[in-house]
């Protein structure tokens, strides 16, 4: 696994580090007709050949150029303004997949689906059961003290929802992690920052209603971790 460790570093290089903004912005301009991409796509296979320090592996860090060079040029091609987020989110994870099939290749290694045992499937399980299906049963369950928004203060699109998957997902890494103490932590953080809004809106039902909320989604996700410790 250490061949992948060494091609996820070229790709945080060459992706991150050695990429200057102005190489990317002449690519979004030109697209394939930029001198940067093929500079920045050799960069990659370079980086690669010289990490791994292998002559046998030439051949791939040659197809890893083509490969990389390839996925970016998709992006550009096809990227709007409106669609940049969703087509970097697709390009990074493309070039891990390349990198992944680069190194099960090189070292020829099998992928044993044995080791795929009941205790993945608790896990997988439990991670699914605290993103979306908990968001949706906790706004169900108390859709009914929905407080009116007086102020009509704006928020990001969705930030709740997001901030409620990622606390949760803390709360059960904590707990399969006997890190307990963790959790006090991450309430009483969030407890801080929630403080101001709820003083400034001076509005009972919203802190009610924030309360019920956020003990929801703690008491959903420490029940989940600890069964899926106990199973």
Request: net charge positive.
């Amino acid at each position: 696994m250490i061949i992948f460790i060494k091609l996820l570093l070229t790709h945080l290089l060459g992706d991150f580090i050695l990429q200057p903004t102005a190489w990317v912005l002449d690519k979004e301009r030109k697209k394939h007709k930029s001198i940067y991409l093929y500079i920045h796509s050799i960069l990659h296979g370079l980086l690669a050949f010289i990490f791994i320090n292998e002559i046998a592996f030439l051949g791939y860090a040659i197809a890893l150029t083509v490969t990389h060079g390839g996925i970016d040029y998709l992006k550009l091609r096809f990227q709007k303004n409106k669609t940049k987020r969703n087509w970097f989110l697709a390009d990074q994870i493309l070039h891990l997949i390349v990198l992944l099939i680069i190194t099960f290749l090189y070292e020829k290694t099998v992928i044993d689906f044995t080791l795929i045992n009941d205790s993945f499937w608790i896990l997988i399980t439990g991670i699914l059961l605290l993103t979306k299906p908990t968001s949706i049963i906790i706004r169900n369950i108390i859709s009914i003290w929905t407080p009116e928004n007086k102020k009509k203060n704006s928020s990001l699109s969705n930030a709740g929802n997001y901030i409620g998957i990622l606390e949760r997902l803390f709360v059960f890494c904590f707990i399969l992690t006997n890190h307990f103490e963790a959790i006090g932590f991450l309430l009483a953080a969030k407890s801080i920052f929630r403080f101001g809004d709820l003083k400034e809106a001076k509005d009972r039902k919203l802190t009610e209603y924030v309360l019920i909320g956020t003990l929801l989604s703690f008491g959903i996700a420490i029940l989940t971790g600890l069964i899926v410790q106990i199973l």
